[in-house]
DNA sequence: CCTGAAACCTGTCTGC
DNA sequence: TGCAGACAGGTTTCAG
């Protein structure tokens, strides 16, 4: 689930309280558990578990899909993946759940615990952040891209639009759902070549990725399946998962392809192939 | 530089 | 009911 808006919304709650728990901003870590080894990046679990310990939370934020929290010296990066969910529990009395993988006990009883079923999720501990994200690209809504920077980005690329979308090192934080999303809107069919886009359709595609994006962000992001988090989104999704299903502008079948290994649903009419 | 495929994992759903 | 296969919000690595 967790794209830009879902990581967004986490790091909201985990900043002013909410998904069950209290503010983690200001906290400071008695303990860590490491429940699944692999889900730890960086550095070893036992340099993990000294280091980590004392240490107090001085800013939450986010960068891509990254979770990262700024301590008082290093700093903690969560990636999520695609399973990835992160809670506070009030008391660390509290049973550990079924895919809970990582935990972070702190000093006045609550923790923040690292929940994530296909264990793809990644923690990182380090003192330059800079090498785990240095390689993300532009943020969507950083001003300094702008309709015509996107449109000379696009130009210097020569891949399916959406793979390039995909691409962190592109534009960093949109998956599958907000890149389908985005791209219906735009009127741009996934499979045209990045660098034959015009102009017009560069500025309307950054439009439509900040408008897709905003409305993610304003439902608290997408809840599917059973890996369920409480945001709506879903129920205002035009063609992800939609196919077979009428386009709610013109009518026709939504369809699906697969795009990069990945699935991909348009408008056959509303984005066209063209050229 | 680019693409496709495979790998990392568990769970759900579909069809035979 | 059982079981194989497809599919799932992501990223990395490797072959071609």
């Known amino acids: 689930m967790p794209e830009l808006p879902e990581v967004e919304t986490i790091v ?40 980590i310990s004392g240490r107090k939370v001085e800013e939450i934020f986010r960068r891509g899909k990254y979770v990262i929290f700024r301590l008082d010296a290093g700093f903690l990066l969560i990636h999520l993946r695609m399973s990835g969910d992160l809670r506070v529990d009030p008391s660390s009395s509290t049973q550990v759940g079924d895919h809970d993988r990582f935990i972070l006990n702190f000093v006045d009883g609550s923790r923040l615990v690292f929940n994530d079923t ?4 990644r923690v990182w501990l ?13 943020e969507p809504f950083d001003p300094a891209l702008t309709p015509h920077v996107l449109f000379c980005n696009l130009q210097s690329k020569r891949k399916y639009i959406k793979s390039l979308l995909l691409d962190q090192s592109f534009i960093a934080g949109l998956g599958n759902i907000y890149t389908d999303e985005s791209l219906y809107r735009a009127g741009i069919h996934p499979l045209r070549i990045s660098s034959g886009l015009t102009e017009t359709e560069a500025e309307r595609l950054l439009y439509a990725i900040r408008d897709t994006l905003d409305e993610g962000i ?20 035009r063609v992800y998962q939609q196919t077979g299903k009428p386009c709610p502008v013109c009518g026709t079948t939504i369809e699906r392809i697969v795009a990069g290994q990945r699935g991909t649903h348009y408008c056959p009419k509303c984005q066209p192939k063209g050229v």
């Open 126 to 138: 380090v003192d330059d952040p800079l090498k785990t994200l240095g390689k993300l690209g532009i």
């Open 12 to 51: 909201n709650a985990l900043r002013h309280g909410g998904r069950g728990g209290k503010p983690v901003t200001g906290n400071i870590v008695e303990s860590a558990q490491i429940l699944w080894d692999k889900t730890l990046s960086e550095p070893s679990p036992g340099e993990f578990c000294a280091q």
């Open 218 to 237: 304003k439902h608290n992001g997408a809840s599917i399946d059973w890996v369920y988090r409480g945001g709506s989104f879903q129920n205002s999704f």
């Open 118 to 121: 296909r264990k793809f999720g």
